[in-house]
């Protein structure tokens, strides 16, 4: 008798325990799953348009002082631009690396040297260049209809893009 007590009890528990965590009786419990190794490779598009938000951040940075955010977005930029040569080293017969090394990282490295020596009217004239790279890459590319400007306003009423952060 005592061991049918003992039984119903730990019963009960069990019911107790299942319908404390939202389950009915008798429900499998979810088993763990181990990750597999799956490498995530980013679309060339979706690379090339978080490098066209970088690029405009990076030129509101650079209008407004913000040298520590303009060196952010320079070095994201690289990032990009390193993820799109390593994932599509060569993209539709063009030589995307290779394009990106010759013509992108001239003008990436005087727009940090600008960003560096803190000198506005360097940065004007580098951002410039950069942006001429990216058409230049574009038409290179086949992809002459997608025309990189300067920008002119900014789309982010959510972030300031001052130094003092006004």
């Known amino acids: 008798m005592r061991s ?14 299942a319908a404390a965590q939202g389950q009915q009786p008798g429900t499998p419990q979810p088993q763990t799953v181990e990750p597999q190794n799956h490498s995530y490779v980013p679309d060339l598009g979706d690379i090339m348009e978080t490098t066209q938000l970088r690029h405009f951040k990076l030129s509101f940075a650079g209008h407004e ?3 520590k955010l303009a060196n ?10 390193d993820e799109a040569a390593k994932f599509y080293p060569d993209f539709a017969n063009v030589a ?11 003008a990436l490295k005087q727009v940090g040297d600008s960003i560096s020596a803190e000198d506005s009217a ?9 942006t001429d790279a990216c058409n230049s890459c574009h038409q290179a590319a086949g992809f002459g209809f997608i025309a990189i400007r300067v920008p002119t306003s900014s789309p982010f009423s959510n972030q300031s893009f001052s130094p003092n952060r006004e």
């Open 4 to 17: 049918l007590v003992l039984a119903i009890v730990v019963s009960s528990m069990g019911l107790f325990a």
């Open 65 to 67: 002082t913000n040298w």
């Open 72 to 81: 952010y977005e320079l070095s994201q930029i690289r990032k990009s631009f």
């Open 96 to 106: 995307l690396a290779k394009l990106i090394a010759e013509i992108s990282e001239p």
């Open 122 to 130: 360097a940065f004007s004239r580098a951002f410039g260049k950069l």
